[in-house]
T-cell receptor, first 116, second 115 residues
Framework: ETGVTQTPRHLVMGMTNKKSLKCEQH?????MYWYKQSAKKPLELMFV???????ENNSVPSRFSPECPNSSHLFLHLHTLQPEDSALYLC???????????????FGPGTRLTVL | AQSVTQPDIHITVSEGASLELRCNYS??????LFWYVQSPGQGLQLLLK??????LVQGIKGFEAEFKRSQSSFNLRKPSVHWSDAAEYFC?????????????FGKGTHLIIQP
């Protein structure tokens, strides 16, 4: 595997289900991100993890719970979601620090989530 | 707060014609600017980025963008488009100074290529 991978690619769940999205980066990066992409809305940053520590939570509802067990893996745990949470969830990673003052983010293909 | 505006939701261009996609940003300090492309069912791929230096930056697939501080713009251009360029294009701004900051994206411009 190379780059940033996400599983599953598609997920359909009911409002009472609990599911998890998985992201894995094979780039040796130290920062990971979750974004939400809804129809007709800009990509929204949800969470940022830097060296496994959560450094940003953009007022995301508690029904979304991130987990970063190590610098290569990022999870998004979902429970009691609403139909308006249906969207494409994108994971990204980057390498922070060093000589570069800003490093680009590499994105995975996303998980298409449908909440019934 | 930083923001990005892409005023064109859809643009239709004939194959072989030139292309310009507009992007305006709002940011209080020196912005770090990016253009990404997203094909259907795919994640985002970086086309080019601007941090500092030469205001005309070259990217992949024959794209270029020009940073104009006086106009708060970072427009994307290509002299001759190919049918494979049909996709969604996103402009994004990142906070200066480094750190694991997330990006702020525009709403995107959907590019349609006519034969």
């Amino acid at each position: 595997e190379t780059g940033v991978t996400q599983t599953p690619r598609h997920l359909v769940m009911g409002m009472t289900n609990k599911k998890s999205l998985k992201c894995e980066q094979h780039l040796g990066h130290n920062a990971m991100y979750w974004y939400k992409q809804s129809a007709k809305k800009p990509l929204e940053l949800m969470f940022v993890y830097n060296f496994k520590e959560q450094t940003e939570n953009n007022s995301v509802p508690s029904r979304f719970s991130p987990e970063c067990p190590n610098s290569s893996h990022l999870f998004l745990h979902l429970h009691t979601l609403q139909p308006e949470d249906s969207a494409l969830y994108l994971c990204a990673s980057s390498q922070q620090g060093g000589d570069s003052s800003y490093n680009e983010q590499f994105f995975g293909p996303g998980t298409r989530l449908t909440v019934l | 707060a930083q923001s990005v505006t892409q005023p064109d939701i859809h643009i239709t261009v004939s194959e072989g014609a030139s292309l310009e996609l507009r992007c305006n940003y709002s940011y209080g300090a020196t912005p770090y600017l990016f253009w990404y492309v997203q094909s259907p069912g795919q994640g985002l791929q970086l086309l080019l980025k601007y941090f500092s230096g030469d205001t005309l930056v070259q990217g992949i697939k024959g794209f270029e963008a020009e940073f104009k501080r006086s106009q708060s713009s970072f427009n994307l251009r290509k002299p001759s488009v190919h049918w494979s360029d049909a996709a969604e294009y996103f402009c994004a701004v990142g906070a200066a100074g480094g750190g694991a900051d997330g990006l702020t994206f525009g709403k995107g411009t959907h590019l349609i290529i006519q034969p």
